[in-house]
């Protein structure tokens, strides 16, 4: 995949409050560049959904391995889907 790709990263978070900032601060170190995120409450901790552009397969790889590391993340995991086109 080339970074015309949008890749989505859904992450299973403890419930700190600044999981939403440790998790996107990943995505910037990286260059990527945030089409959407959300964030809910679920349980006992949070759901986190970013979807992004500017990356290409092992940076998205990467990105993944770093957000996992975090210790605010319980799981995640990562999926693309091809880039839209652009209405005219």
Do not use: C
Request: no cysteine; glycine share 8%; proline share 5%.
């Amino acid at each position: 995949m080339g970074p015309a790709a949008r890749w989505s990263l859904v992450v299973d978070a403890h419930p700190e409050p600044d999981a939403l900032l440790r998790v996107v601060n990943a995505f910037v170190v990286l260059g990527a560049e945030i089409a959407e995120a959300a964030m809910t409450r679920e349980g006992d901790g949070y759901t986190l959904r970013i979807d992004a552009h500017g990356l290409t397969t092992e940076r998205a790889e990467t990105l993944l391995r770093r957000i996992k590391a975090l210790p605010v993340v319980r799981r995640a995991g990562l999926g693309w889907r091809a880039a839209q086109a652009e209405a005219a």
